[in-house]
């Protein structure tokens, strides 16, 4: 049965382990090597590792390690000189229960042998935390780099994953066959209609090249995508923008905005009889750009379906904006859903 070691003691262990060699060596090196040496400094190993064990429980308890880099070494210096108090008390007291006393110690007042002791063992103890804070804070470092890179990692692929939802192969089968059916009826309007398909096919590429765009590149991607969409419907889809110009300098995730669109056509107009209304909105609240995306229909039929593009754009603005941005849908009336994005401003 293997039996692994914490690496806190491995370290622990092995740092006074040599320390203990190291001193042992030139002890007898330099001919200072006697029963009471020995003793003393086997008191002093001990009560070093037992006091430095204790100071790592109060700096993990306290979170100290936790607060800025200020106060982290303000602390500290604050834990090394009381442990090292306590250590040079308890390496007094146990040097003398146990007799290991030198012949100069008996004369000397206990104060001043008890400071001696807690000046020997700050040094020690200074030295181990400071080993111990430079450990932690390029562990901690590196863990920040690697979770940053995880979490790029993780948006890339989910923007691949929406990408791929967005070339919709129905999409494209009924764009062709309303291109085809203007060709003869129409050749003018069915060139920009071949114009507008292009364009979306090429901002789905060129996607993942970017993590923002600019609103009115993203607006214009969308006006291609509903233009498109209009050939089919006709009349049965009314398309109203409401925009203020000033929020078409900001940048949106690509793509997200033509997502909350087609979710608004494919749930809520194509299953109308009559049809109805896209209403795009995009505005300034307080800190937040407003994107409003307002359909006519029910938000059960949305919600009853396993749609990619909702759990998709509550994902990606988690990842890309954590708690500051926010996502929400919702019925206005009877007849009416409306999509709710608030990006937080550049």
């Known amino acids: 049965m293997n039996i692994r070691i914490p690496r806190y003691w491995m370290f622990q262990l092995t740092g006074w382990g040599l320390f203990f060699f190291i001193n042992l060596f030139f002890a007898i090196t330099f001919d200072r090597f006697n029963k009471i040496f020995l003793g003393r400094f086997l008191v002093f190993v001990f009560t070093g590792i037992a006091f430095s064990h204790w100071m790592r429980y109060i ?11 200020q106060k982290q070494l303000m602390q500290l210096v604050a834990v090394t000189i009381v442990f090292s108090l306590l250590a ?10 146990l007799d290991l006393k030198h012949k100069e110690e008996t004369r000397r007042n206990i104060f001043y042998v008890i400071s001696s002791n807690a000046l020997n063992a700050s040094f020690y103890f200074a030295l181990w935390n400071c080993i111990y804070f430079i450990f932690h804070y390029v562990d901690k470092n590196r863990k920040q780099q ?67 765009v600019s609103f009115e590149k993203e607006l214009s991607i969308v006006k291609d995508y509903l233009a498109l969409e209009h050939i089919r419907f006709e009349d049965r889809l009314v ?27 494919k749930h809520g107009i194509s299953k109308q009889i009559k049809g109805g209304t896209v209403r795009i909105i995009s505005s300034f609240k307080g800190r937040f750009h407003e994107l409003v995306i307002q359909n006519t229909g029910r938000l059960s039929g949305v ?44």
């Open 59 to 69: 700096i993990i308890r306290k979170d100290i390690l936790g607060s800025t880099v």
């Open 88 to 97: 040079g008390i308890t390496d007094t007291v146990i040097v003398g229960l």
């Open 146 to 212: 690697f979770d940053t890179l995880k979490m790029e990692a993780l948006i890339r692929e989910l923007e691949l994953k929406t990408i791929k939802s967005h070339i919709n192969p129905h999409f494209i089968f009924n764009a062709l066959n309303s291109i085809r059916a203007l060709i003869d009826e129409n050749p003018g309007r069915a060139r920009n209609a071949v114009t507008g398909l292009s364009n979306i096919l090429r901002s789905s590429m060129q996607a993942e090249k970017h993590e923002t």
């Open 239 to 265: 398309v109203e923008y409401q925009i203020d110009e000033a929020t078409l300098s900001q940048p949106v995730p690509p793509m997200m905005l033509q997502t909350l669109v087609e979710n608004a056509i």
């Open 303 to 346: 919600v009853n379906e396993d749609g990619f593009g909702l759990s998709a754009t509550r994902s990606r603005l988690y990842l890309m904006f954590g708690e500051r941005a926010a996502f929400d849908i919702r019925e206005v009336n009877e007849s009416m859903v409306e999509a709710v994005i608030h990006l937080p401003l550049a």
